[in-house]
């Protein structure tokens, strides 16, 4: 496989093109994602593909964390798009998120209670003004890409690391990563909504 440098170099430049994307209409499952919950989506995009070619896998590509007001669902993720002048951790509502994605799946931690929810509420706060990450830089503090940014919201919020990385100045922590924590099970997996135009991860 190539060097994680080529790839950095690869994804960067993908993510700072622009691609289209249509509206589609969604029915939000209010009653059954909470705040802290992990959504995976894996969209048709060459950035999404390429993200599954680096993995050697083929599950998912991008993810941010859900957080809930009564019946809304915002995603809080790190996005680069410039067409939209998003660059860095943003907000976006659920049926935003999920509009163009062929499938998602939802992840909760086995052992979330109030008050870790008020601790990942307070890191999500926290680290909202940070850039995205386009060199994937591990060591960066002021710039996240979407799995970092999920990576150390969690890690502030429970003071130890759910997912087991073994951090190292080369590293790339990838949706692959994420997904293999058994600190974590299924709460809602299926096909979403489908679109055959091309748009960012």
């Not at 660059?87 to 992840?107: F, M, N």
Request: net charge positive.
């Amino acid at each position: 496989m190539e060097s994680p440098t080529i790839w950095k170099i690869i994804i960067s430049v993908l993510l700072l093109s622009s691609f289209g994307c249509i509206a589609k209409t969604c029915d939000p499952p209010k009653n059954l994602i909470k705040s802290g919950d992990l959504i995976y989506r894996y969209e048709n995009s060459l950035v999404s593909d390429l993200v599954l070619k680096y993995q050697g896998e083929k599950s998912y590509s991008h993810v941010g964390i859900a957080v809930t007001h009564g019946p809304q669902i915002k995603v809080i993720h790190s996005l680069l798009n410039l067409d939209e002048g998003i660059d860095g951790v943003t907000s976006q509502d659920y049926c935003g998120y999920i509009k163009d994605a062929l499938r998602i799946e939802v992840k909760r931690l086995k052992k979330i209670n109030g008050g870790i929810q008020n601790r990942l509420l307070n890191s999500i706060e926290t680290n909202q003004n940070k850039k995205f990450n386009r060199t994937f830089d591990f060591n960066s503090q002021d710039s996240v890409y979407c799995t970092q940014y999920v990576w150390m919201v969690y890690k502030d919020a429970l003071h130890a690391d759910p997912f087991k990385l073994k951090p190292n100045s080369n590293l790339i922590i990838t949706v692959r990563d994420l997904l293999a924590s058994n600190a974590f099970y299924t709460v809602l997996k299926s096909p979403a909504n489908t679109s055959s135009n091309k748009k960012a991860h």
